[in-house]
């Protein structure tokens, strides 16, 4: 039976340290259907995947989150797109000279992560870090380190389950001093939990449910575990959005399309899905946008 996936928080009674542990399977075969990456990219978006999932469910916010990698390598761009509901989308895009076996290094060069939040109320953030780890993991806690005051370790985990795409990873994080716990105390015991939980095997994450990953992993700890949150895969494409970015081309080059091709087919790159416009779609839809201007 597969795990359906999730995110479930949980916390350490005993010290000032909580997690988080995701499983990201379904959503990230999603994210690879209708695209030909080679196995590295793929291994990419899985990692990144793993990660937005944890950044989102540990930077508190409501509204989207997009985390992208942009280098000058054979792969210039790999991009996560999700939001505090954990909705998540993905793709890549990459030039042929993508060896098997590639690193990180190899495949991206020099670039950098860029990590966008926009909330639904307040003000935008972007935090930025370069891609000096070797893998995406190590990307994250160097994120972490150069903005959070609070020790965070990130462990992810992508690879074949059954013979098919599985991603799954943890995280854990100190929380502040406080009366029942010192910062040396926390300290000690974050280091002892961030030991444990470098144990974690992949197909463990895959396969196990929550329950059992903590009991094997902290069995001599008190954990709180809470609800899962699902996790899925969802695109925000839409036939409305192809209409609104049709409206801002010139007249000449929607004229050379129609000419061209008979129709306008409009693909979604992160899900594959077609919008087709025909030369009366089009003069409906510029009707309708030059009735809402007067």
Do not use: W
Not at 18 to 39: A, D, W
Not at 54 to 70: C, H, R, S
Not at 107 to 126: A, D, L, S, W
Not at 230 to 249: G, Y
Request: hydrophobic content about 35%; some cysteine.
């Amino acid at each position: 039976m597969s795990k359906k996936d999730a995110l479930s928080r949980f916390l350490f009674e005993k010290s000032a340290v909580r997690g988080e542990l995701v499983t990201v399977t379904e959503t990230y075969q999603s994210i690879l259907e209708n695209h030909h990456y080679p196995e590295p990219v793929q291994h990419l978006l899985g990692d990144l995947l793993v990660a937005t999932s944890l950044l989102t469910a540990t930077l508190k916010f409501d509204g989207d989150i997009t985390v992208q990698l942009q280098g000058d390598g054979p792969v210039r761009l790999v991009v996560i797109n999700g939001n505090n509901e954990q909705q998540m989308r993905g793709v890549a895009r990459f030039s042929d000279d993508v060896k098997a076996g590639s690193s990180l290094k190899e495949m991206m060069g020099n670039g950098f992560m860029v990590i966008t939040i926009t909330p639904k109320k307040g003000e935008r953030y972007q935090g930025i870090v370069a891609l000096d780890g070797e893998t995406i993991e190590a990307c994250i806690d160097n994120y972490f380190n150069q903005s959070e005051q609070l020790p965070t370790r990130v462990f992810i985990r992508t690879g074949l389950q059954d013979g098919k795409a599985a991603g799954a990873g943890m995280l854990l994080q100190a929380l502040p001093a406080s009366a029942e716990h010192s910062a040396d105390e926390t300290a000690e015991h974050f280091e002892l939990l961030t030991q444990l939980t470098y144990t974690i095997k992949a197909q463990e994450l895959f396969t196990l449910d929550t329950k059992e990953i903590l009991h094997r992993l902290y069995h001599e700890e008190d954990v709180t575990l809470y609800d899962p949150q699902p996790i899925a895969f969802h695109c925000t494409c839409s036939r409305k959005r192809c209409e609104d970015t049709l409206v801002t081309l010139s007249k000449e080059d929607v004229a050379h399309l129609l000419q061209e091709q008979g129709k306008i087919d409009m693909e979604c790159e992160y899900c594959g899905a077609h919008y087709i416009f025909t030369e009366e779609d089009i003069n409906n839809i510029n009707k309708l946008s030059s009735s809402n201007l007067h």
